[in-house]
Nanobody
Framework: QVQLVESGGGSVQTGGSLRLSCAAS????????IGWFRQAPGKEREEVAS???????TYGDSAKGRLTISKDNAKNILYLQMNNLRPEDSAMYYC???????????????????WGQGTQVTVS
């Protein structure tokens, strides 16, 4: 059973930076999708950034240019470096992972089955 534990959230001022971490345990898959999502009160959950099972990264429109996703494969830790934070970045941030790899005509299909408990980011 995969377990995901996020850390690194907190309160920062506008323009500040944070680095979120997601430690994964129990991973038995060689290839999988993993990503960061966020949800603010009263809003739908949105994908912030992800790495698919072939290693390609994708960023949501709100993240481009300010947020960077990376992964330490040896340690099974996913990171999200967040710079130039804005109040609209305030949300609960979750990491999620798929159960292995699914390819549709050679392209990854990322349907996330494992979710962490989240870490709160507040920008004021």
């Amino acid at each position: 059973q995969v377990q995901l534990v996020e850390s690194g959230g907190g309160s920062v001022q506008t323009g500040g930076s944070l680095r979120l971490s997601c430690a994964a345990s129990g991973v038995q898959y060689v290839a999988y999708c993993i990503g960061w999502f966020r949800q603010a009160p009263g809003k739908e959950r949105e994908e912030v950034a992800s790495i698919d099972s072939l290693g390609s990264t994708t960023y949501g429109d709100s993240a481009k240019g300010r947020l960077t996703i990376s992964k330490d494969n040896a340690k099974n830790i996913l990171y999200l470096q967040m710079n130039n934070l804005r109040p609209e970045d305030s949300a609960m941030y979750y990491c999620a992972q798929t159960r292995g790899q699914t390819l549709i005509r050679g392209k990854p299909l990322c349907e996330y089955q494992y979710w962490g408990q989240g870490t709160q980011v507040t920008v004021s």
